[in-house]
C-alpha cells in the first residue's frame, strides 16, 4: 500500500525501543573503557585557591585527575567564539568561578564506582567573592545583551490615552528540562582522530567544536547521535561534559564514558531562566487595541549569552498601530539558560495571554470574541501577508468541540457539587522555521531505498515520517523505505530544533526522491510522473544496475514576500477545590494549524507531549533557588515536580487542514513546540473564571490560590 502524506503509520524504530535494542550515547561499549565523574564548584562566585589531588590519586582505579592546573590548552582562535553553550567559558579554562556547579575538575578511573569514589575525594579550598544571584535585587542593573528590542508606532502615548488599560506584571520561575536520558557521552581518541557518541540534538556543530577547540580537521571527527532520550532543547549545544570528557579521553588514552548525574544536570546542562513581565495593554472600549508594551527582565549570566525573548508573541499575534517590546538580562551568579521549548515563547505567551483575557473581563468581552476583533490579518510589525494562517478556524473548531458556549462567564459561577468550575482559552503560535540540509538516496534493483541525512530522532518521529515522505515522492510502499540519521558521515543536516526538522530534513528528503525518481525515468525516456512502484525494478534490471543514487541540497530562499507561522488555540476547564485550593486540569481542548502533515499520528503525540508539558509548567515546575547559596534546591525527579498520568486529564487535539504554498516544498510547519505555547494562559485563565482569583506567577499552587 502507498501510504498518503499524512497517514498514521507505526514509528519505525517503535520496536528497536520498547524492546531495548535502542543503543543510546552511554551504552556504547567500547575496549579498555575508562569512567568520567565530575567535580563540581561549591560556591557561586570566586576563584579556586587550591584543588588537593592527592587522596584521589592514591585511591584504587582512579587513572586521572584533570583540573585547570593540568588541562591541556583549547584552540580558540582570536575574536571567535570557542562554539560551546556557554560562549564565554571554557572547561578548565582558569580558576575563577562563575557559579555554583561549575564543572572544575573530572576524575577518571577504571571503573564508574572508582572515579566516583576519586572524586568524592578531591579537596578544593576557594576565595569566596560576592554572589549576584536575586533577579529581583538587580533589576535596575539589566542591561541589553543583544538587539532585542522592537517597536511600532508610539506604544507609551496610546497607553497613556486609551479608554481602558490592563498593566500588569507576570513571572515565571527556572525551570529545567529533566529528559529522560541523561547527558552523556562515550569518547575515544586514535591518534587525531576522535569518535564520539553524544546524546546531542546538533551533531555537526559538535562536530566542529570538536574540531576547533582541539585543532584537528573536521573530517576527523565522527560523531553519532542514534537516539536521544529526550531534549527539550538542552542538548542543542555542546556543554562543559562533553568538552572535558573528551578531553580525559585523550589524557588516559583510552576511551571515556562520561554521564552527567541527575544533580549535576541542574547546574551545568541549562535550564529555562527566571522571567519578570510587564504587559501592558491599551484599548477602545468596543475592545480595538490601540497599544502593546511587553517588556522586563530575564536572567543570564557573564559567560553564556542566551536570552529569554519572552516577548516575542506581541510581535505577530495581535494587531494594533504600536507595538513595543524589549527583553533584558541581568547577569547573575546562576548557571547558565538555554533554549527550552518553544523559548521566549512559552514564558512569554502566559504574560501576553493572561493580558488580553484580563483585557476582556474589563471590557466584559468574550474572550475569543476580544482575540478576533484584534485578529492580526497580515504581519503586525512587518505589513507582511501570511504565507497561511487559519487560527480563526482553530478558534472555531475547538470552541465548538469543548464547548466554549455553554460558558458562563463570571467568575465562581460554575460549579461541580462543591467544586469551583473554569474555563479558559489562549492562542498558540510558533514561527515556521527552516535552514539548509541535504540529503542522499540509494535505490537497489529490487526496488528498495536507503535515504539519509544527518538529522537526529529525539522521539518526534523523523526517522518515520521521511521514510513516509521519501515513499510518496517515489510513489513505492512506505516499508520499501529506509532512513539513516545521526551521523556526521552522513549529509548535513541543522540542529533539531526550532520546529525545524520536518521542514528543513523533509525538503532534501523530498528533492532527493525526486531526483531519483527523475534520473531513473530518464535511463528509459520514461515521463517521471508515469512511474509506478514497479518502474524501477523494471528498468534497474533493464540497465543492469545494481543500484542508483542521487544527492540534493535544499537551500531555503529568502522569503521576502510572506511572514510564516503555525497557529492554534488552547481551551482548558479546571476544577478548584475551595477549601483546599487544589487545582486540577479536567480535558484539554486543542486545535492546530501546521500547514500539510506528515503523520497524522506522530504530529497528534508532537502536541500531546507539549500540552502535557505546559501543564507541568502551570501547575507543577519550578526549580528552587536559594539566594543565600546561589544554589538550585530540589535537583532531583522527587522534589523537582512533573506531571504523571494522574494529572493528565482528557486531551482532544485537533489537526485543522491547512494548505501553505509558499513556506517552503512540502508545505509544512513544524508541530514539536507549538504544543506548549498558551497552556499556561489558558489554565490561568481557567482559574480566574473558578475562583476570581488572577494568579500572575507561575506555577499556580495552592497557596497562590488560597
Not at 480563526?392 to 468541540?401: L, S, V
Not at 532534501?508 to 525518481?517: E, F, K, N, P, Q
Request: charged share 20%; glycine share 10%; aromatic share 6%.
Amino acid at each position: 500500500m502507498i501510504p498518503k502524506i499524512g497517514a498514521p503509520l507505526d514509528r519505525v524504530d517503535g520496536r528497536l525501543k520498547v524492546t531495548g535494542g535502542a543503543r543510546y550515547a552511554a551504552e556504547n561499549k567500547l575496549a579498555n573503557m575508562a569512567y568520567g565523574v565530575l567535580v563540581m564548584s561549591s560556591i557561586p562566585n570566586g576563584t579556586i585557591r587550591t584543588i588537593d589531588t592527592t587522596a584521589a590519586l592514591k585511591s584504587p582505579g582512579v587513572l586521572a585527575v584533570i583540573s585547570h592546573l593540568n588541562a591541556p590548552k583549547l584552540n580558540v582562535p582570536a575574536g571567535q567564539s570557542n562554539g560551546t553553550a556557554e560562549q564565554h567559558l571554557l572547561p578548565f579554562g582558569d580558576a575563577t568561578i562563575h557559579y555554583l556547579g561549575q564543572r572544575i575538575a573530572v576524575v577518571v578511573g577504571d571503573t564508574l564506582e572508582h572515579a566516583t569514589r576519586g572524586a568524592e575525594l578531591v579537596r578544593v579550598s576557594y576565595a569566596k567573592a560576592e554572589a549576584r544571584t536575586d533577579l529581583t535585587k538587580h533589576r535596575d542593573e539589566a542591561k541589553d545583551r543583544q538587539q532585542n528590542k522592537f517597536a511600532k508606532g508610539d506604544a507609551d502615548a496610546a497607553l497613556a490615552s486609551a479608554a481602558v488599560k490592563i498593566d500588569e506584571t507576570y513571572r515565571t520561575p527556572y525551570e529545567h528540562h529533566n529528559p529522560l536520558e541523561a547527558h552523556s557521552i562515550t569518547a575515544a581518541w586514535e591518534g587525531d582522530h576522535l569518535t564520539l557518541f553524544d546524546s546531542s540534538q546538533n551533531i555537526f556543530a559538535v562536530q566542529r567544536t570538536m574540531a576547533q577547540l582541539f585543532n584537528i580537521p573536521k573530517e576527523n571527527v565522527h560523531v553519532t547521535s542514534q537516539f536521544v532520550g529526550g531534549a527539550f532543547g538542552s542538548k542543542g549545544s555542546s556543554w562543559p561534559h562533553v568538552v572535558i570528557g573528551v578531553i580525559a579521553a585523550r589524557e588516559v588514552k583510552r576511551p571515556v564514558k562520561l554521564v552527567v548525574t541527575r544533580k549535576q544536570l541542574f547546574f551545568g546542562n541549562g535550564h529555562r531562566p527566571e522571567t519578570e513581565q510587564r504587559v501592558a495593554l491599551g484599548a477602545t472600549s468596543d475592545g480595538k487595541l490601540v497599544s502593546m508594551i511587553h517588556d522586563g527582565i530575564g536572567q543570564g549570566n557573564a559567560v553564556c549569552d542566551y536570552v529569554e525573548s519572552f516577548a516575542r508573541p506581541t510581535q505577530m499575534l495581535y494587531a494594533s498601530p504600536n507595538i513595543r517590546g524589549a527583553h533584558r538580562v541581568v547577569e547573575l551568579n546562576v548557571p547558565s539558560g538555554t533554549y527550552m521549548r518553544a523559548p521566549g515563547l512559552t514564558p512569554g505567551s502566559f504574560a501576553l495571554e493572561s493580558a488580553i483575557d484580563e483585557l476582556a473581563y474589563a471590557l466584559k468581552i468574550d474572550p475569543i470574541q476580544l482575540r478576533l476583533i484584534n485578529h492580526a490579518d497580515a504581519d503586525p510589525l512587518s505589513g507582511k501577508p501570511w504565507s497561511s494562517k487559519s487560527l480563526k478556524e482553530c478558534y472555531g473548531q475547538a470552541a465548538e468541540r469543548f464547548g466554549w458556549s455553554k460558558r458562563n462567564p463570571e467568575p465562581r459561577s460554575m460549579r461541580d457539587g462543591r467544586l469551583l468550575i473554569g474555563y479558559g482559552m489562549a492562542s498558540a503560535a510558533y514561527p515556521a522555521h527552516r535552514s539548509p540540509a541535504s540529503a542522499r538516496a540509494v535505490m537497489k534493483s529490487d526496488g528498495t531505498v536507503v535515504v539519509s541525512s544527518g538529522s537526529h530522532e529525539m522521539g518526534m518521529g523523523t526517522a518515520t515520517v521521511m521514510a513516509q515522505l521519501a515513499a510518496e515522492t517515489l510513489g513505492i510502499p512506505a516499508e520499501r523505505v529506509s532512513f539513516k540519521y545521526g551521523d556526521t558521515m552522513l549529509p548535513n543536516a541543522p540542529i533539531s530544533a526550532g520546529s525545524m526538522t520536518a521542514a528543513s530534513v523533509g525538503s532534501a528528503v523530498y528533492g532527493v526522491a525526486d531526483a531519483l525518481r527523475k534520473k531513473v525515468a530518464a535511463l528509459d525516456g520514461m515521463n517521471p510522473a508515469a512511474m509506478n512502484a514497479d518502474s524501477y525494478h523494471v528498468i534497474l534490471a533493464k540497465h543492469y544496475l545494481d543500484t542508483i543514487d542521487a544527492q540534493f541540497d535544499a537551500k531555503p530562499e529568502q522569503n521576502e514576500a510572506h511572514a510564516s507561522h503555525a497557529f492554534g488555540a488552547q481551551f482548558a476547564e479546571v476544577s478548584v477545590d475551595p477549601d483546599l485550593g487544589l487545582v486540577r486540569v479536567r480535558r484539554m481542548v486543542s486545535a492546530f494549524a501546521a500547514g500539510r502533515i506528515l503523520n497524522a499520528k506522530t504530529a497528534r503525540s508532537q502536541y500531546l507531549g507539549g500540552i502535557v508539558q505546559g501543564i507541568g509548567m502551570a501547575l507543577l515546575e519550578q526549580t528552587h533557588f536559594d539566594t543565600r547559596l546561589g544554589s538550585f534546591t530540589n535537583v532531583n525527579l522527587g522534589e523537582y515536580l512533573l506531571p504523571v498520568n494522574a494529572d493528565i486529564p482528557n486531551i482532544d487535539v485537533i489537526l485543522v487542514e491547512e494548505d501553505d504554498p509558499h513556506v517552503n516544498p512540502i508545505g509544512v510547519k513544524g508541530v514539536g513546540e507549538i504544543g506548549i505555547v498558551g497552556v499556561g494562559g489558558a489554565i490561568a485563565n481557567a482559574v480566574y473564571h473558578a475562583t476570581g482569583k488572577r494568579v500572575r506567577d507561575l506555577p499556580i499552587t495552592i497557596e497562590k490560590v488560597m
